[in-house]
């Protein structure tokens, strides 16, 4: 009920979802793509426009050092692990995680974003760029697709 309100208030005026007698059978293709995106949740990349010059920020290239360090120093970090970086945005704290483990699996709703992440040299081979879905946690939990 909170989404409806809200939608209400901020969003164009379309129906937010079928009733519950409608939601029998078959979904309503037509019906679905008339929905914004923020109903059928499709991302919208809010970092499109700041994906580009992020990295030359002092502050999250700051806090993204002290998250590194943090991190080394309260996890035994090993070549064998995978781990995942969610809300990777442009791999600062990847970079800092990436060259004691196996894999990083980064982790980002922003396709800008990961492709600044995937542009980086540094972390080719060891981090694996992920648009978040449910399939990731398919392919990182070795369950079949």
């Known amino acids: 009920m909170h989404l409806r309100r809200w939608y209400a208030r901020h969003g164009p005026q379309v129906p937010l979802a079928p009733a519950a007698t409608e939601r029998r059978g078959s979904v309503d293709t ?6 914004p995106p923020a109903v059928t949740h499709q991302p919208i990349d809010l970092f499109k426009d700041k994906a580009r010059d992020f990295d030359t920020h002092a502050v999250p290239t700051q806090i ?14 090993t070549a064998d692990m995978r781990v995942m970086d969610f809300g990777a945005g442009t791999g600062f704290v990847c970079a800092h995680v990436a060259p004691h483990v196996a894999t990083v ?8 974003m990961l492709a600044q992440l995937a542009a980086k040299p540094e972390l080719r081979g060891k981090v694996e760029v992920v648009h978040h879905d449910l399939q990731f946690y398919r392919k990182v939990l070795g369950r079949p697709e």
């Open 64 to 77: 993204s050092a002290g998250v590194g360090a943090a991190l080394r120093a309260r996890v035994a970090l």
């Open 105 to 112: 699996y980064a982790v980002d709703i922003s396709e800008a």
């Open 30 to 35: 037509a019906r679905l793509a008339a929905y």
